[in-house]
């Protein structure tokens, strides 16, 4: 009975545990989902603000506003495109290294500008802009750079997984038409053996020395034998059955009939008048 209860306590406790294991992870993904939303819309807001600052204020304090527009927004499609191509390509680590410590400089770069958009002293403010526009335009230039290079890359290897899957495709598309194939290969080799039949009796008919020729022409087919005195040279057709029997003689019967014998009760012949 003992055993059983400390069964059930055990099974109890881990049970217990499970859920308030699950209940954290639960609350961080939450936390962190909630976090994610909040950064968004705080980026959305400012990306709009600074947007309508660089319209609405005309002078040093727009063009800021553009300068941290822009540099914000090269920076975030950069780091986009490096996290979603760092899961497939391992060999990115490298530059996504490369990038957090250009983001380091972003990050700074992006906070004196918003420090200077309060900065009351215009003439400071517009003496400094030429070297705050010259640090924008290297930080996005290299960021616009790392970027393309990343989607030429992912692009390239599309291009080679299509020419792959290409030539697989075409050799199973060949092997479901094999007789297609039979019959090319079929035509092909009775071409090609005509071809050599004829080439090869070309080459022994021309190989053929004139010395092997005979030096005379061929003697002359023997004349056909003269034709019968009685035959005639006009083509003749067999005679019919009926013509044979006509040029036949008439041959004497056999039996021929005897004299007519006569007999008392028949009459005399009588003979005729002349009157």
Same mark, same amino acid.
């Given at each position: 009975?003992?055993?059983? =209860? ?10 217990? @545990? ?21 950064? $968004?819309?705080?980026?959305? #807001? &400012? %990306?709009?603000? *600074? ?36 899961? +497939?390509? &391992?060999?990115?680590? +490298? ?6 410590? *250009?983001?380091? $400089?972003? $990050? ?12 009351? %002293?215009?003439?400071?403010? #517009? ?11 290297? =930080?996005? +230039?290299?960021? %616009?750079? *790392? ?18 899957? /290409? @030539? ?9 038409? $094999?007789?297609? !194939? !039979? ?22 008919? /021309? ?18 034998? @003269?034709? +019968? ?43 005729? /008048?002349?009157?």
């Amino acid at each position: 009975m003992e055993a059983v =209860i400390a069964v059930v306590a055990l099974l109890f406790v881990l049970f217990v @545990a499970l859920g308030a294991y699950a209940t954290v992870k639960v609350v961080g993904a939450a936390k962190r989902r909630v976090d994610e939303t909040i950064t $968004h819309a705080r980026r959305t #807001v &400012e %990306d709009h603000t *600074l947007r309508a600052k660089s319209f609405a204020q005309p002078g040093a304090p727009g063009e800021l506003a553009q300068l941290r527009l822009k540099l914000r927004t090269s920076m975030r499609a950069t780091q986009d495109a490096l996290h979603a191509g760092v899961s +497939e390509d &391992e060999s990115l680590k +490298e530059s996504l290294g490369l990038f957090e410590r *250009l983001s380091a $400089h972003g $990050h700074e770069l992006d906070a004196e500008l918003r420090r200077l958009e309060s900065e009351p %002293d215009r003439t400071m403010l #517009v003496a400094r802009l030429p070297d705050l526009r010259e640090r924008t335009e290297r =930080i996005v +230039e290299a960021a %616009d750079s *790392l970027r393309w290079a990343v989607r030429d890359r992912a692009r390239r290897f599309a291009d080679d997984d299509l020419d792959t899957l /290409s @030539a697989q495709i075409d050799v199973e598309t060949g092997a479901l038409r $094999h007789w297609q !194939t !039979t019959e090319s290969s079929t035509t092909e080799s009775s071409t090609t053996g005509s071809s050599t039949t004829g080439s090869s009796t070309t080459g022994s008919s /021309s190989s053929t020395p004139s010395s092997e020729r005979p030096a005379s022409p061929p003697p002359p087919w023997p004349e056909a034998p @003269a034709a +019968e005195s009685g035959a005639t040279s006009e083509q003749t057709w067999p005679d019919t059955p009926r013509t044979q029997r006509a040029e036949e003689p008439t041959r004497p019967a056999l039996n021929p009939p005897g004299p007519r014998p006569t007999y008392p009760w028949q009459k005399k012949p009588r003979p005729e /008048s002349t009157t």
